[in-house]
């Protein structure tokens, strides 16, 4: 792996303008690794080449079915995309290659996991604003010294908010690592040595606040260590769709 660019895939939905795409692949960028863009319509041979590590993107909300919601309240819904991107964290958490969650991708890693989501925030909140922003209008708080504390390097910083989804109650080895003011869930980790983080606000869009490039310089470090020859042989060897 030394002297190699780590190769990250990028899951995000079918869009002509993917701006959280490229958002992701120059934080990756930054932090030494190649990205690789991954959505549901794409062939099963973009699964061919080697992986080490995985990002599963923000976007529409989770199928409540999916965790045992309400379908009659689902809202912005891309049922193909949940279908890929589930099989993707299934076999990224079988192989295992590092993940990291962002917002959508947060809530799915944990509905994988057996947890639930809340389906609409916005009534939970009291101490801070259910505006949507791409800037850091709000702060996370750290909960437990795990793995994000250790790569944000602080008890509190600041972030943005583009979700009305948000963990409810975390899946099985899930820990909470960070809430807000209102104590919604900001950041889980999967408990044990397979690094999986998953944050509920977006970091790609925060490359000039340096706890936030640091979300994505933890996963790149992590991808180092995997080891090429555990991702040679496609759906037993890689995240495959």
């Known amino acids: ?24 692949r120059f934080q990756l960028w930054l932090a030494g690794a190649r990205a ?47 279908r890929f991107e589930v099989e993707i ?12 969650g962002i917002c959508r991708g947060a809530q799915l890693i944990n509905v994988v996991l057996g947890g639930t989501l809340y389906r609409d925030i916005r009534g939970l909140r009291r101490r801070t604003t259910n505006r949507y922003s791409f800037l850091p209008v709000k702060t996370a708080i750290a909960t437990i010294h795990g793995r994000l504390f250790g790569m944000v390097q602080r008890l509190s910083w600041r972030i943005n908010s583009l979700h009305r989804q948000a963990v409810k109650q975390p899946g099985k080895d899930v820990v909470v690592a960070a809430r ?50 555990d991702l040679e042989h496609g759906a037993a060897g890689g995240v495959r769709a």
């Open 1 to 24: 792996m030394a002297g190699r660019r780590p190769l990250i895939a990028v899951t995000g939905a079918d869009s002509r303008f993917p701006i959280a795409w490229w958002a992701t």
């Open 180 to 229: 807000d003011l209102d104590d919604i869930v900001q950041a889980i980790e999967l408990d044990g040595p397979h690094y999986v983080v998953g944050v509920q606000w977006h970091p790609e869009y925060l490359p000039y606040l340096a706890p936030q490039r640091r979300v994505f310089r933890a996963l790149v470090h992590e991808a180092r260590k995997t080891r090429p020859d």
């Open 89 to 100: 964290i299934r076999r990224a958490l079988a192989k295992p290659l590092p993940i990291l």
């Open 36 to 82: 690789r863009r991954l959505t549901p319509s794409m062939p099963p041979e973009v699964w061919h080449e080697r992986y080490d590590g995985v990002i599963i993107g923000g976007g529409s909300d989770v199928d409540p079915k999916l965790y045992g919601g309400d379908e009659v309240a689902a809202h912005r819904l891309n049922l193909a995309r949940d």
